[in-house]
């Protein structure tokens, strides 16, 4: 049984620690070094909330670990530790968040759906627009142009 459990235990007190997220294992368990005073690796839950912006963990990251004093009770990360960001790099994030142009590409093809609605680019240069309605307005001309148009 890991000291600092037992040290919470004895004092009826949950104890709150850091330390270094050292794998994910394949079953979803988060496991974390305390590296003092002695090198223990603890099997962790992760407090999840309602952020729409959840954090995404990686190995090495700085972590907040509450460590309850009942010692059946599984350690749970709090968060991930580090310096707020300046005003500086949140305007940059916020940029990033909100660019002027979105570029996304695949090898074979981008589905965008919703409900009875898609729009489907493929590799080999054909759109696909389906919908219960299509509807194609302009304030301007509206151009149709290809080596051949049918329509019905």
Known sequence: MNTSVLRAAETNTASIKRGILHSISQDGWLIVEIPHPSKQLLKCYWLETSDPHPIHLAQGDEVLVAISPEPQERPCILGRV??????????????????????????????????????????????????????????????????????N
């Open 82 to 151: 580090k310096r707020y960001p300046s005003s500086h790099e949140q305007a940059e994030e916020k940029q990033d968040r909100n660019p002027e142009n979105l570029v996304l590409k695949a090898d074979q093809q981008i589905v965008l759906s919703c409900g009875d609605s898609t729009i489907t680019l493929r590799h080999d240069g054909k759109v696909l627009i389906t919908g219960v309605d299509v509807v194609s307005r302009a304030a301007r001309t509206q151009r149709i142009k290809g080596g051949s148009v049918q329509i």
